[in-house]
């Protein structure tokens, strides 16, 4: 079997001291294989969210570690994990986080700007990106004049435009209406399918989760269950990943 | 992220909450306008106090004069009478007379033999009878005195050259129009007759040519200024008829120092002048205490336009804390998206630096503008009498100096909410709602 992009060994994180302490996450082991989407799903409040900075490496475990591709991810640091998450992830939220009054162009090539890509290679990767979710017609629109739907579509662009191993998507159709939320969702599990990109959603929307290859459960700060897309039953699943 | 997108982003973001840019703009504006314009007031009239100061004598020459041997504090009584004794040329407070000791040849060769004299020369001064101009009316008119390295403040004309030997004379400009002359360029190259008379009441007349004709200023007075030659043969037709004691006795020298000797070698010289008995000074130091005033007027106007800049960062923390506190969630999606702290706290303080850029250059453009306006409307009114004062001028190294240092406070004044936004953490700035 080939190392998992994405491995939580026993991550801990707790919030505030003494009293106050808050643990959000109690011991969370988990194996992301390159190329398949996952559902993480929980009630807010579960620490699902938690889980997610963790493993795109926006926030460090209080104990355990986080391995990207096989390397614990507790040496790098500074310039070196900026650049890995520049550069392997890209991330979908449910507020969009769009500046309002640039241009959709100028949102999808922020990643770019950031990675230090020169101005025409960046315009050209950019404009291919909008290409390949059909809002090369927007591109200079304003993000605030943008309907949801296509709002959401420049964020995929955005999350695509480095060509990243793994997409990040928090809620991805919680801003949405169903029949948008559908196409985006379409879109989504496209990459993961014709691209190999990881895909990993954070959601509390079942029927989202159902069409992931796998389903994770998590429930205060613990995963509960974990359900194969009609394959295994979900407790020799949950076995296999309480011993992994 | 490049320098060049980054310095690209912090101008975009520059211009995204317009209103507030420009109020903070405006703020910085006055600041720098008014410490442009009192700058400018300074430069302005200290350049012409550097103009009048070379009018008023070449820089490598100190004028001398003997103390007198009971010269003695007026506080001390009355003055014993010496019959030798000279009233000084120099001027002095109203009310006193300086009393100083005749200056001899041998005086003469002992003032070029102290180290750090270049050359000694007696000042012969000339009391001209009168001026006129082709069998006209005759004018009172006073000589003054050349030497080599002067640059009399022209309204047309040359120096007077020290070396020639055909006399040369520039006259004062005000008696143009008595003298027949339709203007400036009209009296060049004119004939004129000086007159003066000698100890035996016997008139000279000497014909000389005009070479330039003098602006009054500050520290001239209206005096025709001869060249050397004509001024040793006025000097000669005056003393006629004098014995040789009274003929070697003059009431100053001119000593010439090493023009390129730096300010404490010039103290040491006259120094030394003084240990042999000689009081001396330099044209700088006739103009200095004036100097010193006006240099400590421009610095109370200057702290005034400070304290205006001051007030001015203040709105710069506020308007860039209210920048990152509305952009927090875009701060941690970029950070989330790689970028570093350090390009973060960039992005901000550049955002600063770039404003205080506008508001400054905005502020010296108008305030070089404005500037210009007021001292050629004063120059034509009120400030007529001084011909050669630009009340405000500008210097492109203090102007730039300005601009740089309001860039600097922006900057400081941009560290705080950029250290902010440096500092915030992705995870809880895409949690704000």
């Known amino acids: 079997m080939t190392t998992p992009i994405l491995s939580a060994r026993d991550v801990r994180k707790s919030y505030g001291r003494g009293a106050n302490k808050f643990d959000a996450l109690k011991g969370v082991s988990l194996d992301i294989r390159e190329g398949e989407s996952i559902a993480i799903i929980g009630k807010s409040g579960s620490g699902k969210s938690t889980l997610m900075h963790v493993l795109a490496l926006l926030d460090q475990p209080t104990s355990g570690t986080v391995e990207l591709a096989g390397h614990d991810t507790r040496s790098l640091t500074?310039?070196?994990?900026?650049?890995?998450?520049?550069?392997?992830?890209?991330?979908?939220?449910?507020?969009f986080f769009l500046t309002a009054n640039a241009s959709v162009l100028e949102n999808v090539m922020l990643p770019l700007k950031i990675a230090g890509v020169g101005r025409s290679e960046r315009k050209r990767r950019a404009l291919a990106a909008l290409e390949q979710l059909e809002l090369a017609d927007k591109a200079k629109n304003k993000a605030?004049?943008?309907?949801?739907?296509?709002?959401?579509?420049?964020?995929?662009?955005r999350a695509l435009v480095n060509t990243p191993r793994v997409i990040f998507a928090d809620e991805p159709t919680g801003n949405l209406d169903t029949a948008t939320g559908a196409v985006v969702e379409d879109i989504l599990f496209d990459l993961n399918r014709e691209h190999g990109i990881t895909l990993i959603i954070v959601t509390h929307d079942e029927e989202l989760a159902a069409r992931c290859d796998r389903r994770v459960?998590?429930?205060?700060?613990?995963?509960?269950?974990?359900?194969?897309?009609?394959t295994a039953t979900p407790a020799t699943a949950t076995a296999e990943e309480r011993a992994a | 992220m490049k320098s060049v997108d980054l310095v690209g982003s912090a101008v975009g973001n520059t211009f995204r909450s317009k209103t507030r840019t420009i109020l903070t703009i405006?703020?910085?504006?006055?600041?720098?306008?008014?410490?442009?314009?009192?700058?400018?007031?300074?430069?302005?009239?200290?350049?012409?106090?550097?103009?009048?100061?070379?009018?008023?004598?070449?820089?490598?020459?100190?004028?001398?004069?003997?103390?007198?041997?009971?010269?003695?504090?007026?506080?001390?009584?009355?003055?014993?009478?010496?019959?030798?004794?000279?009233?000084?040329?120099?001027?002095?407070?109203?009310?006193?007379?300086?009393?100083v000791a005749p200056i001899s040849s041998a005086d003469i060769d002992e003032l070029a033999g102290i180290d750090g004299v270049v050359r000694a020369q007696p000042v012969k001064s000339v009391d001209a009878d009168y001026l006129v101009h082709d069998g006209g009316t005759k004018y009172e008119i006073g000589i003054g005195g050349f030497v080599a390295g002067m640059q009399l403040q022209l309204a047309a004309g040359e120096q007077p050259d020290a070396a020639a030997s055909d006399f040369e004379v520039v006259i004062p400009d005000a008696y143009l129009e008595d003298l027949g002359f339709a203007d400036a360029?009209?009296?060049?190259?004119?004939?004129?007759?000086?007159?003066?008379?000698?100890?035996?009441?016997?008139?000279?007349?000497?014909?000389?040519?005009?070479?330039?004709?003098?602006?009054?200023?500050?520290?001239?007075?209206?005096?025709?200024?001869?060249?050397?030659?004509?001024?040793?043969?006025?000097?000669?037709?005056?003393?006629?008829?004098?014995?040789?004691?009274?003929?070697?006795?003059?009431?100053?020298a001119t000593v010439w120092f090493d023009p390129a000797s730096p300010a404490d070698?010039?103290?040491?010289?006259?120094?030394?002048?003084?240990?042999?008995?000689?009081?001396?000074?330099?044209?700088?130091?006739?103009?200095?205490?004036?100097?010193?005033?006006?240099?400590?007027?421009?610095?109370?106007?200057?702290?005034?336009?400070?304290?205006?800049?001051?007030?001015?960062?203040?709105?710069?923390?506020?308007?860039?804390?209210?920048?990152?506190q509305e952009r927090t969630r875009e701060i941690g999606l970029m950070k989330a998206m790689g970028m570093g702290s350090g390009k973060v706290f960039g992005l901000f303080s550049l955002e600063a630096v770039f404003i205080g850029f506008l508001g400054s250059a905005i502020g010296a453009g108008l305030g070089i503008l404005a500037g210009t306006g007021i001292s050629s409307a004063l120059g034509g009114a009120l400030l007529a009498d001084l011909p050669g004062l630009t009340l405000i001028a500008f210097d492109p190294v203090s102007i730039a100096v300005i601009i740089a240092v309001v860039m600097g406070v922006a900057f400081l004044a941009g560290t705080i909410p950029a250290i902010r936004a440096a500092r915030a953490d992705p995870v809880e700035s895409l949690r704000y709602e």
């Open chain 2, 185 to 252: 360029d009209a009296a060049i190259g004119e004939p004129v007759t000086l007159a003066v008379t000698d100890a035996e009441r016997t008139q000279h007349e000497l014909e000389a040519t005009i070479v330039g004709v003098s602006e009054a200023s500050l520290g001239t007075s209206a005096s025709a200024v001869p060249n050397d030659a004509l001024n040793d043969a006025l000097f000669d037709a005056q003393s006629t008829g004098l014995d040789a004691s009274e003929l070697d006795s003059y009431a100053q």
């Open chain 1, 144 to 157: 605030v004049n943008l309907s949801g739907g296509q709002k959401q579509r420049s964020v995929i662009a």
């Open chain 2, 26 to 99: 405006l703020a910085i504006f006055v600041g720098a306008f008014t410490l442009t314009i009192t700058n400018g007031l300074g430069t302005g009239i200290n350049r012409y106090i550097d103009d009048t100061v070379a009018a008023m004598g070449a820089d490598d020459v100190m004028t001398v004069t003997k103390v007198a041997e009971n010269a003695a504090d007026d506080g001390d009584g009355p003055r014993e009478y010496d019959p030798d004794a000279i009233a000084g040329a120099q001027e002095g407070p109203p009310g006193t007379t300086s009393v």
């Open chain 1, 217 to 230: 459960h998590i429930r205060d700060g613990l995963i509960v269950d974990v359900v194969e897309a009609a």
């Open chain 1, 78 to 95: 500074g310039t070196a994990l900026n650049r890995t998450r520049n550069k392997t992830f890209g991330f979908v939220f449910q507020q």
């Open chain 2, 265 to 324: 070698e010039v103290t040491a010289l006259q120094d030394r002048l003084t240990d042999e008995g000689y009081d001396s000074t330099t044209v700088a130091q006739q103009l200095g205490t004036f100097k010193a005033v006006i240099d400590g007027i421009v610095l109370v106007l200057n702290a005034f336009a400070i304290i205006a800049l001051l007030a001015a960062s203040f709105g710069i923390v506020n308007t860039l804390l209210m920048s990152v």
